[in-house]
């Protein structure tokens, strides 16, 4: 754990921690039931698929979340090349039932009642809509764990599983004085050199 603590203080020394900051900040200005709504369609979207494509999907069919028909939406998604259109489309109109009622909702409420959701989707949610206190487990994150020699790399992601890195990231994010929300973009800038959302 030395060398990955010591690697994040390095980072935090570094102009990245400026571009980390602001995203965070950025997270927490996300209020209207809108805005939470189509960032609950980011999260359904990234499931199984690409960050990067899925923020340019976002950012094009943007309002058009809140009200397409099933077919236009998945028609939409099939011309960006989105991966699972149908099945995403589906998840989307169907989580539009909660649209105005997304604030204040617990990770365990969204894992139960949006479809298309899972731990980590449901972590991604809240992180990007100003919450702290949730680790986002993807291969990258699992991958940095296993390269430090933290964890061996699972065989599924059990909730059992999720829950116990979770608590090791809890552990990091202490040590290095950082919330889990800041520690996620650390973690991911380390493996990918980027910070997205």
């Given at each position: 754990?030395?060398?990955?603590?010591?690697?994040?203080?390095?980072?935090?020394?570094?102009?990245?921690?400026?571009?980390?900051?602001?995203?965070?900040?950025?997270?927490?200005?996300?209020?209207?039931?809108?805005?939470?709504?189509?960032?609950?369609?980011?999260?359904?979207?990234?499931?199984?698929?690409?960050?990067?494509?899925?923020?340019?999907?976002?950012?094009?069919?943007?309002?058009?979340?809140?009200?397409?028909?099933?077919?236009?939406?998945?028609n939409?998604?099939?011309?960006?090349?989105?991966?699972?259109?149908?099945?995403?489309?589906?998840?989307?109109?169907?989580?539009?039932?909660?649209?105005?009622?997304?604030?204040?909702?617990?990770?365990?409420?969204?894992?139960?009642?949006?479809?298309?959701?899972?731990?980590?989707?449901?972590?991604?949610?809240l992180?990007?809509?100003?919450?702290n206190?949730?680790?986002?487990?993807?291969?990258?994150?699992?991958?940095?764990?296993?390269?430090?020699?933290?964890?061996?790399?699972?065989?599924?992601?059990?909730?059992?599983?999720?829950?116990?890195?979770?608590?090791?990231?809890?552990?990091?994010?202490?040590?290095?004085?950082?919330?889990?929300?800041?520690?996620?973009?650390?973690?991911?800038?380390?493996?990918?050199?980027?910070?997205?959302?």
């Amino acid at each position: 754990m030395k060398n990955l603590l010591r690697s994040i203080e390095n980072l935090k020394k570094n102009k990245i921690s400026n571009l980390i900051n602001s995203r965070i900040k950025e997270f927490k200005t996300k209020n209207s039931d809108n805005e939470l709504f189509k960032e609950l369609c980011f999260c359904i979207l990234t499931a199984n698929f690409n960050a990067e494509k899925t923020i340019k999907i976002q950012e094009e069919i943007n309002d058009d979340f809140l009200t397409l028909p099933e077919s236009e939406l998945s028609n939409k998604l099939k011309e960006f090349g989105h991966r699972y259109p149908n099945a995403r489309t589906k998840y989307i109109i169907e989580a539009r039932k909660y649209k105005d009622s997304l604030k204040n909702k617990s990770r365990g409420w969204l894992i139960k009642n949006i479809k298309g959701l899972g731990y980590k989707e449901a972590s991604h949610f809240l992180r990007n809509i100003g919450h702290n206190d949730y680790a986002i487990i993807d291969f990258h994150i699992i991958d940095v764990l296993i390269k430090n020699n933290l964890i061996e790399k699972p065989k599924t992601l059990t909730k059992t599983k999720y829950l116990e890195i979770e608590s090791l990231l809890k552990e990091i994010s202490e040590k290095s004085n950082l919330s889990l929300a800041e520690l996620d973009l650390y973690l991911w800038y380390t493996e990918t050199g980027k910070i997205l959302k």
